[in-house]
């Protein structure tokens, strides 16, 4: 079953810029090492930083119908972090959806 929440608080932009100052670890640490991914999960490239609301999303392996809804209802500046079950059978995210994410002002996207 789909939990989809449309709005959630989104933190202060003051407090995302002065996190985004911070090493990751030292963040989840600070949080009691909650809200952490595998360390298997890199950027493209090296030097991509990520700091944002995360609008998170839960996928069923080889469907990607939330994150297409995610990526409709996020707002400027959101990290869309998707959750694809470790599916390795199929893409979640490509090209198109990269654009759209892109024309509207997102953060940048997390995907497992």
């Known amino acids: 079953m789909y939990v989809i929440r449309k709005h959630f608080d989104r933190p202060d932009p003051e407090l995302v810029q002065n996190l985004s100052k911070l ?3 030292n963040i989840s640490d600070a949080l009691g090492r909650q809200g952490g991914m595998q360390t298997r999960i890199r950027p493209v490239f090296p030097e991509a930083r990520l700091a ?14 939330m994150t297409h809804y995610a ?29 759209a994410a892109s024309r509207k002002g997102l953060g940048g996207v997390v995907i497992d």
Do not use: F, Q, R
Not at 52 to 65: I, S, W
Not at 71 to 81: C, F, R, T
């Open 23 to 25: 090493p990751t670890p």
């Open 52 to 65: 944002g609301p995360a609008y998170t999303v839960l996928n069923y392996p080889k469907d990607n119908l």
């Open 71 to 99: 990526l409709k209802h996020a707002s400027p500046g959101d990290i869309i972090v998707v959750d694809n079950g470790c599916g390795t059978h199929g893409s979640g995210w490509g090209e198109l959806m990269s654009l």
